[in-house]
Structures are given as structure tokens and as C-alpha cells.
């Protein structure tokens, strides 16, 4: 009965949400989808305020006047989302479990959101960008402030059940003929991926802002930092970017394409912030992900092809302005309830560092310059006795935090944020993610186009789905480029080898016994060697190859039989 119900409250939605059917959207030629990770609706206000706070003649975000309505965001099995299904949900038009990337989730009967087909668990499901760069010709960008095979950026061109698999995520979106991508994460391009793209006309950069702002090419890899990038209340401008140039930068690349482009800009760290329960970076991140905003529908605008779509993924830590305790809010003025965040000069990661790289004897001088904060005894004695602090000058063996403080917490950075937090008038419900809806707001050339009122995460991608062309059509395109090996070459010698060690992949060799040809291909890459008559080339595919090690099955094109005949 409950499974009949929330069917039928899916039903209803997707009957009344929608201003315009997927199948009455007309195509356009380039389409940006903006992310804001982890973004709670309560954030929103809060950065206007701030930003109104800072400039009282700046009264509202670049979001404004497009917002339109809001999304459910969802797993397959479960009501507050992770960001590798729902991200993944966006770009697939299917929901799946948490930790999925790009990936058909297992049935979960009873604890099933909408459709969950069985038969393709743990299979990899084919991606927007995947649509729009094989069947329109379209090119790709991703930018992003946390490390490239991170969840959200992998959604759009990787795809594995466990996002904490990088090298894996990383090995496809290499090999998934990206032209631009600009954010995170120089440790997690090995040397022979890196040599993939520069011999593929990729010009790669590491740390290096002025070769970045100096390329003049149409496809470009940009990595800052060894993880992610810093936040932006952190950031050195002269060692990386920002997000709004990030975006220009890709903007300018991909627009180069007479076929058009698919860009995805995801304000990564926001997720993060809330986490931490950090309102300075969390707002500041907000604002800077805003003005990327900007830079997006500034060209759509003068481009007059281009649609914007700025949402979140789901939300993260309930965060609210106003909490339990502040007392007389109704009559505390804008300077009153935003001069204290707003002289937050430094994250709560930043301040750690400071912490752990000066003598103990600037403790009180940091917190004055980066935070305005005055320290207590109270916020004192916690600092000095978390195990976190390299230079409290008690002997870590004996410290003994009070941990019946509301401001205790084992990590440093924990206390950091906590003690921020109290000079703020915020409030959070939590440092996970939260079920709420999240907002949606889109720009369209032609406004009766527009997506309107209360989505389901999947509407929203089937809407950018025919925005492309493509909507109806991703079912047979996934079965195109990601059938299984046991199908395809049903009738023909297979062969599994094992991996040598953890860190090597199986190998599928296949053999035609009739005419002697062979295939040998490596999962999780574009490519396969035919041999024939002895001889071995190296072909390369449009789209990339995975395995799943829990059906010991290879996902790869359904005519690959032709290299064999």
C-alpha cells in the first residue's frame, strides 16, 4: 500500500510540473548546466543578504530572476540524496543508489523510488554528455572546484558503482573525449593518462594559471592543486582561479563548435562548507559559484542558443539564518546579523593552517585579523587541548577536552567551525545532507520554454534531454555503447585473464574461430587491439569500455563483432 502511494505521488507530479513536455521542447544548440553541491535553499538568502550587506546597492543574485521552481532530489531507494546518484540522475534520466556514478542501481524492491529495472544492475548508464558529443557532434566541458574524479564532475562521463574509486573514474574521463576540463585534482592525472590527452592535441597544465589564461586552443585540461582547490574565501587569485573565469575559460573553448556544446560548472565546495558547518566559506563559495552564474547567462543571453540550468544536487546541513538562542531576532538589523561573516577573512580549514603553522603565541592575534573574533577562555581551552593543534603547548598526551561543550569536537577544524558558528546568527540542523527540495532556476531564449513549478530529478533530465534532441532516444543509445560482453560476442572464444595485482584491471580477449581474428580489450579506456594474421592495431572507440567486477561482465559497443569478420 505505501509503495502504491508514493508511486502514485511521483505520478502526480510528473503530470502537473511540468509548463512543457519534453516531447513539445524545441532543440537548442548549447546548454550549461550549473550545480551548486550540497546547496540548501536557506543559502540563498543568506548570501543575499550578505552580498546586500556588502553593497547595498546590490539587492539580489544573478539566479534572481530565473529561478522558476524546485527539484526533488532523490536516490533510487532513499529520500535525501548523495551526490554521485542524483548528479548522475541529472545526466542519465535514472535514479540509483548512493555511491553510484552513472550506474543502474540494484532492485531494491519495497524501498524502490519510481522504476528500478533489474535486469541492468550495476550496468553502466549512458550520460548526456555522452549523447550530445557521439549523436551531435557537440563538444564537452566540465569545470569544477573539487578534484576532477570526484562525484559530481565523474557523473557526467565515468561510470562505476563506487564513487570512491578514482583511478577507475579517472581512467574513463580521460578516455571520454572531454575538450575542456578546468578544476581540481593534479595528483589524480597519472603520467600515462596525462600522455593520453597531450598525444590526443589536449594541452594539460598543472598549477599554472598564466598557461591556463594563455592557451589559445579548443581543448584543454587545467588541474589546480594536488585535491581540490581552495575556498574561495581562501583562495590566492594569483595561484588559482576563480570559478566565474573557469567558466569563461571554458565558455570561450567549447563555443568554438559550430555543433554546439554541453558545459556542467558545479560550485563543489559548497557541499563541503556545509559540511563543516563553516559559514563563512559556505556563502562565499555560494557568491562565487553566483557570479560564475553570471558569466553563463551573460553569453546565453547575447548567444540567444544557449539554456541555463542552476540547481543543486540536494541539500546538505539544514542551514538557516536565524537558530535556538538568538535572542530578539526580529528586531536585529542587516549590519547586526551579517558584520561578523562578513569580516570572516579566512575558512575554517584556513585558520587550522595558520594555527598549525605559527607559534602558539599567535593564537589570539589570528582569530582577531581573520575573524574579528575575540577568543574566550572557554573557546581557548578547547583549541589548546584538541589533539588536532601541533602547537598547543600542552603535551598532547595531556590534554583533556571538555567534551560536554557544544563546542567540542575531535577534529580541529571541528572546533574551528563551531566557534565561527556562534559568532554567527546561523544555525544547522546537521553536518550530513538533507532531504529538502532544492531550487531550479533556468534561462531559455524563448521563456515559454522554460522549465517551470515542481520536478522530479528525473523531469529535469529528460527535459535537458530534449533540449538536445535526444529525449526518447538514450534507451537505445545505452544499449548501443554499453552492451554486454556475453551478448555481443555470444558464439564467439571468451576469455576473462584475471588482474595481475589490486591495482590492474581483467582482460577480455575474444576470438572468431573461423577466421582467426582476435580482440583484446582493457576496460575502462576507448580503445581495443585486433590482430589479425598476426599483426595488432589499436583501435579507438567514440566511447569508453567499463567492467563490473560483481557479474564479472565488460559493458562496451554492440558492433564490436565487425572487427572480428
Not at 559540511?275 to 553563463?296: I, M, Q, R, S, Y
Request: charged share 20%; proline share 5%; net charge neutral.
Amino acid at each position: 500500500m505505501k509503495k502504491t502511494m508514493l508511486m502514485s505521488a511521483f505520478a502526480i507530479i510528473s503530470m502537473l510540473s511540468f509548463a512543457i513536455e519534453p516531447a513539445k521542447v524545441k532543440p537548442v544548440k548549447n546548454v550549461i548546466l550549473m550545480i551548486t553541491d550540497g546547496n540548501s535553499i536557506g543559502v540563498l538568502g543568506a548570501s543575499r543578504w550578505l552580498q546586500y550587506y556588502r553593497d547595498p546597492s546590490i539587492t539580489s543574485l544573478n539566479v534572481d530572476p530565473w529561478v522558476s521552481g524546485t527539484v526533488i532530489t532523490c536516490n533510487s531507494d532513499a529520500p535525501i540524496g548523495d551526490s554521485a546518484p542524483t548528479t548522475s540522475c541529472y545526466m542519465t534520466g535514472h535514479r540509483s543508489r548512493a555511491g553510484y556514478v552513472a550506474t543502474f542501481p540494484p532492485y531494491k524492491g519495497k524501498a524502490n523510488i519510481g522504476f528500478v529495472d533489474s535486469t541492468r544492475a550495476y550496468a553502466p548508464a549512458a550520460t548526456l554528455l555522452e549523447a550530445a558529443t557521439q549523436l551531435k557532434g557537440k563538444s564537452a566541458g566540465l569545470v569544477f572546484t573539487c578534484q576532477f574524479p570526484h562525484a559530481t564532475p565523474a557523473d557526467c562521463s565515468a561510470h562505476y558503482y563506487n564513487r570512491s574509486e578514482y583511478g577507475i573514474l579517472a581512467d574513463q574521463m580521460v578516455h571520454n573525449n572531454l575538450d575542456v576540463v578546468i578544476g581540481g585534482g593534479t595528483s589524480y592525472l597519472n603520467k600515462p593518462n596525462e600522455e593520453y590527452l597531450k598525444n590526443h592535441g589536449v594541452n594539460v597544465y598543472r598549477d599554472d594559471i598564466a598557461a591556463m589564461r594563455k592557451d589559445k586552443s579548443n581543448k584543454m585540461w587545467a588541474l589546480f592543486s594536488p585535491a581540490d582547490m581552495d575556498y574561495d574565501i581562501d583562495r590566492n587569485p594569483n595561484e588559482q582561479p576563480s570559478l566565474a573565469e573557469m567558466t569563461e575559460t571554458a565558455i570561450s573553448k567549447l563555443s568554438k563548435n559550430k555543433n554546439g556544446f554541453f558545459l556542467m560548472v558545479e560550485g563543489s565546495k559548497v557541499d563541503w562548507a556545509a559540511h563543516a558547518n563553516d559559514p563563512g566559506a559556505l556563502l562565499n563559495d555560494f557568491l562565487a559559484f553566483d557570479k560564475a552564474c553570471g558569466v553563463a547567462l551573460d553569453y546565453a543571453r547575447k548567444d540567444g542558443n544557449t539554456v541555463v540550468i542552476i540547481t543543486s544536487d540536494h541539500g546538505n546541513s539544514g542551514f538557516t539564518l536565524g537558530r535556538y538562542g538568538l535572542a530578539d531576532y526580529s528586531r536585529l538589523s542587516v549590519q547586526q546579523l551579517f558584520e561578523t561573516v562578513s569580516n570572516f577573512k579566512l575558512s575554517g580549514d584556513g585558520i587550522e593552517k595558520k594555527m598549525n603553522t605559527l607559534p602558539f603565541d599567535s593564537l589570539k592575534s589570528i582569530f582577531k585579523q581573520y575573524a574579528s573574533i575575540d577568543l574566550s577562555k572557554e573557546e581557548i581551552n578547547l583549541l589548546v587541548n584538541n589533539k588536532g593543534y601541533k602547537n598547543s603547548p600542552i603535551p598532547e598526551e595531556l590534554r583533556t577536552p571538555d567534551k560536554e561543550s557544544p563546542l567540542y569536537s575531535s577534529y580541529l577544524s571541528g572546533v574551528i567551525t563551531k566557534i565561527l558558528s556562534a559568532h554567527t546568527p546561523f544555525g544547522w540542523t546537521s553536518s550530513g545532507h538533507t532531504g529538502e527540495d532544492v531550487f531550479l532556476a533556468c534561462y531559455h531564449p524563448n521563456a515559454s520554454q522554460r522549465i517551470m513549478g515542481v520536478n522530479t530529478n528525473v523531469q529535469l533530465a529528460e527535459y535537458m534531454q530534449a533540449l538536445f534532441g535526444v529525449y526518447g532516444k538514450m534507451q537505445q543509445f545505452n544499449d548501443q555503447i554499453f552492451a554486454r560482453h556475453a551478448d555481443v560476442f555470444k558464439g564467439y572464444e571468451i576469455e576473462i585473464v584475471k588482474p595481475e595485482n589490486k591495482k590492474s584491471y581483467p582482460v577480455l580477449n575474444v576470438k572468431n574461430p573461423t577466421s582467426g581474428k582476435r580482440l583484446t580489450i582493457r576496460p575502462f579506456t576507448n580503445s581495443i587491439e585486433v590482430t589479425t594474421n598476426g599483426k595488432t592495431n589499436v583501435v579507438e572507440l567514440p566511447s569508453v569500455i567499463t567492467y563490473v567486477d560483481r557479474n564479472n561482465m565488460f559493458y562496451l559497443p554492440a558492433d564490436l563483432t565487425k572487427y572480428l569478420r
